[in-house]
């Protein structure tokens, strides 16, 4: 049988993969809305378990062509486990075309150039990371771990090795006040035109009362913004998006889902928003966004 530990996460698009279990929890575990991991402390898991799983799985999935790696940040693992990995993957699986996981900003960085065009060699070619914002305030009051200019930096080079990304995007990060949230988007829109990634995705931030942001709600010190406030700054940011990526809302936190290819579908999704934010003004009563706990 093969090992799984719950929590698991997984992005939508990679729901019919084989998923080997490399790691529990996530390493980090500090971002300031992130409530996935606090009840998992982070666990690498012994490599004869991720072979026998490898194993096992090609005889299971013997058709599969992709292969997701679980849990929070398995980029996190040592060159050498990761290369073993995928040597395993290779050698059982020869089928696999893609080997996709959850990664961070500072796991690339504590990889050299040769290391990940090794990783890139072994199929390790797709990377889902939670940049979340290009606005260097909101990326701090996100705890990430990183700056706006780790970010880019890492990210050239992963488009310089073509590792392909994706990217999330939190609208409603900054709370109430409408130009903060504004200026997120603007900075965010540069930043991301800077270094595209494959897909953006956008989700409303979601309150969980086990984050340091679901804290400050409870005490007060944080209001999430409205629902006509996250639909100006998704508009915001698809105004400003002008490089070819893939640009997707299609997540049940947001209010309108809009989904579409930067940019020949940019107007249809900024009419759509456009449109909904219209209709919101002339009702008597906005409905107000007040978090969506444990919703990712
Ligand atoms: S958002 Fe990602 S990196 Fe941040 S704590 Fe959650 S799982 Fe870890």
Aim: include cysteine; charge should be negative; charged fraction near 20%.
């Amino acid at each position: 049988m093969l090992h799984y530990t719950e929590p698991m996460y997984r992005p939508p698009s990679e729901a019919d993969d084989i998923f080997i279990q490399v790691t529990q929890g996530c390493s980090h575990n500090a971002c300031s809305f992130c409530g996935q991991y606090k009840a998992t402390p982070f666990h690498v898991e012994p490599m004869e378990q991720v072979k026998s799983d490898i194993i096992e799985a090609s005889r299971i999935y013997p058709n599969k062509k992709r292969v997701y790696l679980l849990s929070g940040d398995p980029f996190v693992l040592s060159f050498d486990k990761l290369e073993q990995i995928g040597l395993w993957i290779n050698q059982y699986m020869p089928q696999i075309e893609t080997i996709a996981m959850f990664a961070s900003i500072n796991t690339i960085k504590r990889k050299t150039d040769e290391e990940l065009k090794s990783l890139f060699g072994l199929k390790m070619n797709l990377l889902y990371l939670g940049i979340e914002t290009g606005d260097p305030e909101a990326l701090a009051f996100a705890n990430k771990g990183h700056t706006v200019d780790d970010a880019y930096t890492q990210l050239m080079r992963l488009k310089k090795i073509g590792i392909g990304y994706l990217s999330a995007y939190i609208a409603g990060l900054t709370g109430e006040g409408r130009e903060k949230g504004l200026e997120n988007a603007k900075n965010s829109a540069v930043f991301f035109n800077l270094v595209p990634p494959v897909m953006l995705g956008v989700t409303s931030l979601s309150i969980w009362e086990n984050t340091p942001i679901g804290q400050m709600r409870k005490e007060g010190k944080f209001t999430p913004a409205s629902e006509i406030q996250i639909l100006e700054e998704t508009k915001e940011l698809l105004e400003g998006l002008e490089s070819p990526m893939y640009f997707s809302s299609v997540h049940v936190s947001n209010l309108v889902p809009v989904t579409g290819v930067i940019p020949q579908d940019k107007t249809r999704m900024i009419n759509t928003l456009t449109k909904q934010i219209a209709q919101m003004r002339k009702q008597d009563s906005v409905p107000r966004y007040d978090g969506r706990d444990g919703m990712m």
